[in-house]
């Protein structure tokens, strides 16, 4: 079954189209990779997968299903979990109080939370090392790991992550990518990341789109798609 599904998507701000006739599919159990340059529409796509940003046309279903309202908590409710660019977590909160309203706003009683975070941390161990530390004090790995955690808190059975890597170098992301993609091979978990960087992204997937100006022009697998002119005319 898929994940989420997207048919004859479009999207734009104030009249102006930015994503034009999307289809796209993310399956269970799949590491989906958007690649595309600066602009060429994936935050607008993922904020519409999540429900942030109405698209104009088209149809989008989770696990089989069309949601009555296509928002982010009725998303969050049906398993789907979104790391956004730029990370976004409070500066001014340490990273338990972060998780601890991550899990609150999603009803997660107490008991249950204290579970959900030790598993979280065997997952991502390093956090131990700052988890009572503000936000704002860590650096940007750092940073991305706690966001990164805060969604799998809510146990997601699809994350959505937006350019982690910015601001990473990349044996940070490497690093930093490694257990999810884990998860998505122990767990079935499925995962759909968006990113600029080709090299570090297509190591983590099994499928890559190529988007250009709105549209998604490819598909192949990475090795498919490692040695193609349409990379070159990309980036
Ligand atoms: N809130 C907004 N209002 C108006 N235009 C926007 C808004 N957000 C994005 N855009 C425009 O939509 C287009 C696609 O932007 P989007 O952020 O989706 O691309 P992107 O591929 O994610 O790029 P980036 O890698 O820079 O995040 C760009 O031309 C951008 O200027």
């Known amino acids: 079954m898929s994940a989420i599904q997207a048919t004859g998507l479009a999207a734009g701000y104030g009249g102006r189209e930015v ?42 279903t989770v696990f089989g299903q069309t949601l009555p309202r296509h928002e982010p908590a009725a998303l969050g409710a049906a398993g789907i979990a979104l790391v956004p660019e730029g990370r976004g977590v409070f500066p001014d909160l340490t990273c ?16 249950e939370g204290a579970l959900r975070i030790e598993e979280v941390l065997e997952i991502l161990p390093r956090i131990k ?14 940073q991305q790991m706690v966001s990164i955690a805060r969604a799998l808190l809510t146990r997601p059975k699809a994350l959505l992550l937006d350019e982690p890597s910015i601001g990473l170098a990349p044996k940070l992301f490497q690093d930093l990518m490694e257990p999810i993609a884990a998860l998505v091979k122990s767990r079935g978990m499925s995962m759909l990341l968006v990113e600029q960087n ?9 499928r890559v789109l190529v988007m250009r100006s709105g549209r998604l022009i490819r598909e192949g697998t990475p090795a498919e798609l490692s040695d193609h002119s349409v990379l070159m005319e990309l980036f």
Do not use: Y
């Open 19 to 60: 994503l034009q006739d999307i289809n796209l599919t993310l399956n269970e159990g799949e590491a989906l990779c958007i690649i595309g340059h600066n602009g060429a529409g994936k935050s607008t796509l993922m904020r519409c997968l999540f429900g942030l940003h109405r698209p104009t046309a088209g149809s989008i």
């Open 96 to 111: 338990e109080e972060i998780f601890g309203l991550a899990l609150w706003s999603a009803g997660v009683p107490k008991a």
């Open 129 to 142: 090392e700052f988890r009572t530390r503000r936000a704002g004090t860590l650096s940007g790995g750092q």
């Open 198 to 206: 080709v090299h570090e992204a297509f190591a983590v997937s099994d």
